[in-house]
């Protein structure tokens, strides 16, 4: 194989360069398209774009349900059994009552279709036999508690049987039938 000899002294590099020396060469012309991108490219590079982003959606909003358990089970007897105990004790009007009621019970129904609405299935405690359900009766009480109020206890007062029944334990009218726990024939019986 035959090298070229470099050349030497302070002609230019390239003899077909052509023109003086500290000039630049002219350019050759490119192609128009040369420089374009193709489709292919850019289809790919949106594409990654795009699953990146839903990617990361996805990601955020698993994460952010991680409080709420998939399936959860309710002591829904026990709930509502605790108000309407808690409203007969109270000295609240008929009317009032069934109102009141009817607002608890929308309330619990509004609670547990938002639960629902969020993808959470809720089983009523008495169904569920065995596994680990974890119990939201405490959180679903105190959410609905928080918008309704729980009647309060009526005040003991003569008028009503528990109020009589306090008030004749707490003053005995005679001592004489009050039993010693002597025998029958011992004095003082």
């Given at each position: 194989?035959?090298?070229?000899?470099?050349?030497?002294?302070?002609?230019?590099?390239?003899?077909?360069?052509?023109?003086?020396?500290?000039?630049?060469?002219?350019?050759?012309?490119?192609?128009?398209?040369?420089?374009?991108?193709?489709?292919?490219?850019?289809?790919?590079?949106?594409g990654l774009v795009?699953?990146?982003?839903?990617?990361?959606?996805?990601?955020?909003?698993?994460?952010?349900?991680?409080?709420?358990?998939?399936?959860?089970?309710?002591?829904?007897?026990?709930?509502?059994?605790?108000?309407?105990?808690?409203?007969?004790?109270?000295?609240?009007?008929?009317?009032?009552?069934?109102?009141?009621?009817?607002a608890f019970m929308?309330?619990?129904?509004?609670?547990?279709?938002?639960?629902?609405?969020?993808?959470?299935?809720?089983?009523?405690?008495?169904?569920?036999?065995a596994g680990e359900?974890?119990?939201?009766?405490?959180?679903?009480?105190?959410?609905?508690?928080?918008?309704?109020?729980?009647?309060?206890?009526?005040?003991?007062?003569?008028?009503?049987?528990?109020?009589?029944?306090?008030?004749?334990?707490?003053?005995?009218?005679?001592?004489?039938?009050?039993?010693?726990?002597?025998?029958?024939?011992?004095?003082?019986?």
């Open positions: 194989m035959a090298r070229s000899k470099a050349p030497s002294g302070d002609g230019p590099l390239f003899e077909e360069a052509g023109g003086r020396a500290g000039e630049n060469p002219p350019i050759a012309p490119r192609p128009a398209n040369a420089r374009k991108l193709g489709w292919m490219p850019v289809a790919l590079v949106g795009a699953a990146g982003l839903w990617g990361a959606w996805v990601t955020k909003n698993v994460l952010a349900d991680g409080d709420l358990p998939p399936m959860a089970k309710v002591q829904l007897a026990g709930l509502v059994g605790e108000y309407v105990q808690a409203q007969a004790r109270s000295a609240t009007p008929p009317e009032q009552v069934t109102s009141e009621t009817r929308a309330e619990i129904q509004r609670n547990l279709a938002a639960r629902g609405q969020a993808g959470q299935i809720v089983l009523v405690g008495e169904a569920v036999l359900v974890p119990d939201i009766t405490a959180e679903l009480r105190r959410e609905v508690y928080a918008r309704v109020k729980m009647p309060q206890a009526a005040a003991a007062n003569a008028g009503d049987v528990m109020g009589a029944m306090r008030a004749a334990m707490a003053a005995p009218q005679g001592a004489s039938n009050i039993p010693t726990g002597n025998p029958l024939h011992a004095p003082g019986n």
